[in-house]
C-alpha cells in the first residue's frame, strides 16, 4: 500500500487516510516527535498539578525528561530536567521543593527559578568556584511553554510561532470562556491507559459519526443530527453540539455556569482538539481538558481534567460528573484500540472518509501529514 | 573513638536516614574539628549544600559567609 502523503492532503471527498505506518512504525513515530511534538505546540500536562509553591513533577515526554515546577513568585515553568554538569536527573518523583534542586550525583544546586545556586568542589575539594565553570550560563536548560484554559503547552525546539499566535483563532473562538477555571481536584481527574498510536485517540474525540454506536447513552439526549462538524485547516477541529443537556445532580442540582456566556451556549458545547494532543471542551457549565501523551507507538496516556466556574462546587456532584466523563472515554477504548490492531492489515490504504461526516478527522490527518512534508523538506533542503 | 571518628559515623548515619538537617548539623561541627582551611571549607561546604537543599535560609546565610572567610 503507498506511503504517498499527498494522498492525505487531497480534498476530504478523495482523499485517504494516514497509512499504517503511522501507527506501527517506530521510524515513523520518531519522525512525529520530532516534526511535530518537539516543533510545535503540544500540551504537557496542565498548572493544577502544580498548585503550590516549590511543586515539581517529572514527566518524561516522549522520551525527554522534563520538570514541571511552581517558583518562588508563583510562575509555572518547564526546565529539562537534568544537571548541566554531567546530565543526570534531577527531581525522580512528585515533591514539593522547599530549598534548592540538588543533583543527587554532584550536589550542584540549582533554584526552583532553575538559576545554578552553587557548584561543591568544582575547583577541588572544599573549593566551590572555578573560573572557567560561569554559573549564569549553567542553569537548568528551560522549555519554551505557554499556559492556556490550565494546559501546559510546550515549544521544545523553541522556534515555532508564538501559541498565542498560531491560536489566535480558537481563542477569539472561545473568547467566552476566558474567565477564571477552577480545577475541581482530586475527584475530577483521572488516567487512562489505551494500547493505541496517540492519533487514533485524537481522531476517535475529533468526530460525531461514532456517537449512535459507541455511546447510545449520551446519544438519547444528544442525537446525531444535533451536532456539526468543526474544521479549521491547518489549526484545529472537533465537534460541536446544539443540545448540551447539563449534569444534574440529586434533586437537581445544577454546578453554576459561567459568567455572561451568550445565548449560542445556553444549549450549545464544543469539543475541539488543539493539534497536536489536546482535547477541549467547553460547556456552559463545566469545562474539560484531556492530555493525550504518546507513550510508544502503539500506547498512549489519556490524562483527563475538569474544571468549574466556581471553587465551590458540591464534591458528590463532582464524583459523579467525572464518573460519568470517564465512563464515555472508556466506552471509546475499544474502538480506538480495535482501528491499532487493524493497522496491521497490509491491504489498508488508510481508509476513505465520510464526505459528510468525517471532515474533522481528516482536517487533522492532513495537518499531521503536512507538518511531516514540510519538515521533510526541511530537513533536506 | 575519637570525635573524627564519632563523627565520621554519624554522618554516615544521617546519610542513610536522609536526615538532612542533621546533616546541616553534623558536617559544621565537622568543619569545627579541622585546622586546614581545606578541611574547613569541604565540611563547610557539605553543610551549605544541605542547608541549600532543605531551604534553611538562615543557615545558608551564615555558611556561605564562613565559607567566604576561608
Not at chain 1, 491507559?193 to 459519526?209: G, H, Q
Not at chain 1, 449534569?247 to 469539543?271: C, M, Q
Amino acid at each position: 500500500m503507498s506511503n504517498d502523503l499527498t494522498l492525505v492532503t487531497k480534498p476530504l471527498e478523495i482523499a485517504n487516510g494516514l497509512p499504517n505506518s503511522h501507527y506501527i512504525d517506530q521510524s515513523v513515530y520518531e519522525l512525529e516527535k520530532r516534526s511535530i511534538f518537539f516543533e510545535g505546540w503540544p500540551g504537557l500536562c496542565v498548572a493544577s498539578e502544580v498548585p503550590k509553591i516549590g511543586d515539581a513533577i517529572p514527566i518524561s515526554f516522549m522520551g525527554m525528561p522534563l520538570l514541571v515546577l511552581r517558583g518562588k513568585q508563583g510562575e509555572v515553568r518547564v526546565f529539562q530536567n537534568i544537571c548541566r554538569h554531567r546530565g543526570m536527573i534531577l527531581v525522580k518523583e512528585r515533591k514539593n521543593i522547599e530549598g534548592a534542586i540538588r543533583c543527587p550525583y554532584h550536589s550542584w544546586c540549582y533554584s526552583t527559578e532553575g538559576n545554578l545556586l552553587v557548584t561543591p568542589h568544582v575547583g577541588g575539594p572544599g573549593i566551590n568556584t572555578h573560573p572557567d565553570i560561569d554559573k549564569n550560563t549553567l542553569g537548568l536548560i528551560e522549555v519554551r511553554s505557554y499556559i492556556w484554559r490550565d494546559v501546559i503547552f510546550i515549544n521544545i525546539s523553541g522556534d515555532a510561532e508564538p501559541f498565542e499566535t498560531i491560536h489566535k483563532n480558537l481563542m477569539t473562538r472561545w473568547k467566552e470562556f476566558e474567565q477564571p477555571l477552577f480545577h475541581g481536584g482530586e475527584d475530577s481527574k483521572f488516567l487512562l491507559d489505551v494500547k493505541c498510536n496517540w492519533k487514533l485517540a485524537v481522531e476517535n474525540y475529533c468526530e460525531s459519526y461514532h456517537l449512535p454506536w459507541i455511546h447510545p447513552g449520551l446519544n438519547t439526549y444528544s442525537k446525531l443530527e444535533d451536532h456539526y462538524n468543526i474544521n479549521e485547516p491547518n489549526l484545529y477541529s472537533g465537534q460541536g453540539s446544539l443540545l448540551y443537556r447539563q449534569f444534574l445532580g440529586d434533586n437537581g442540582a445544577v454546578f453554576p455556569n459561567f459568567a455572561d456566556l451568550s445565548d449560542k451556549w445556553t444549549d450549545g458545547a464544543e469539543y475541539i482538539t488543539v493539534y497536536p494532543n489536546v482535547l477541549l471542551a467547553v460547556q456552559k457549565d463545566h469545562v474539560y481538558a484531556t492530555i493525550i501523551s504518546p507513550t510508544s507507538t502503539t500506547t498512549a496516556e489519556e490524562h483527563m481534567h475538569i474544571y468549574y466556574a466556581s471553587s465551590d462546587t458540591d464534591p458528590k456532584m463532582r464524583k459523579d460528573n467525572c464518573k460519568q466523563w470517564e465512563e464515555i472515554f472508556i466506552e471509546d477504548i475499544f474502538v480506538v484500540e480495535g482501528m491499532q490492531t487493524g493497522r496491521q492489515c497490509s491491504g489498508f490504504d488508510g481508509g476513505r472518509f465520510s464526505p459528510a461526516m468525517d471532515g474533522p478527522t481528516h482536517c487533522f490527518h492532513a495537518w499531521v501529514a503536512n507538518k511531516l512534508l514540510n519538515f521533510n523538506k526541511t530537513v533536506s533542503a | 573513638m575519637n570525635k573524627k571518628s564519632k563523627i565520621d559515623q554519624l554522618i554516615v548515619e544521617a546519610h542513610r536516614q536522609n536526615d538532612k538537617k542533621k546533616l546541616i548539623k553534623l558536617y559544621f561541627e565537622a568543619s569545627k574539628l579541622f585546622s586546614k582551611n581545606k578541611e574547613i571549607s569541604f565540611f563547610l561546604t557539605q553543610a551549605y549544600v544541605f542547608s541549600l537543599d532543605v531551604g534553611d535560609d538562615i543557615e545558608s546565610k551564615k555558611l556561605f559567609h564562613m565559607l567566604k572567610q576561608h
